[in-house]
């Protein structure tokens, strides 16, 4: 709550804040948190947590980037590296700026969207066992398919983002309540679509 409106208005409030730089600087308890701060270095994991909310907050396809230039691409970076994408094709300031701006972060915007559209109660009401069951062999496919195209990454162009990141990993390393979380995550999307 606090969050969103202070974002929403451009204003980052000093909770807020300090929340961030808890996250950033305290113990994290989620193990994928805790790959992306290692990936990007605890100086700068709370710019990407920041340019995370504000991607989950502001309604429209556009961050509100209100400085310079110089600074926008070191924070684009900073979210590139913290999502996954490799940092060979993160150097590159005109890929990344076409790839982060039109491709990735109005997709992220339509997802983070389509969560907060999610009626969770009623979602716990109408899931079944069973649902949840197909939800997971879906789930593992879908994984299994990703594992199988990063085989084939070095026959993509130097041009082409290339991730780094290895989701069936993380998600295998995730504890039981956490990958019942991502399943239900994944069931909600799937919800929204047949409706």
Known sequence: GDFKQAIQARD?????????????????????????????????????LRMLIELATVPGNEMSFVYDKHEQLLDLRI?????GLEKRFVQKKDNLEYYLIQVLMPQLHWLFGRLQEIRWERLQEDTTDFDLLQTRDEFCTWLMRWGG????????????????????E???????????????????????QSS
Do not use: C
């Not at 996250?23 to 700068?44: F, M, N, T, V």
């Not at 195209?149 to 069936?168: E, H, K």
């Not at 390393?173 to 929204?192: N, P």
């Open 170 to 192: 993380i998600f295998n390393s995730l504890s039981m309540a956490d990958q019942t979380l991502v399943l239900v995550g994944w069931l909600a999307l799937r919800s929204l």
């Open 79 to 83: 979210l590139a590296l913290g999502l």
């Open 12 to 48: 980052i409030s000093e909770e807020a804040l300090d929340l961030i730089e808890y996250y950033a600087e305290g113990d994290l308890h989620i193990q994928p948190l805790r790959r992306i701060r290692k990936r990007i270095g605890r100086q700068s994991f709370s710019t990407f």
């Open 149 to 168: 195209a990063r085989q084939y990454q070095d026959r993509l162009s130097d041009d082409y983002p290339r991730w780094q990141i290895n989701v069936q």
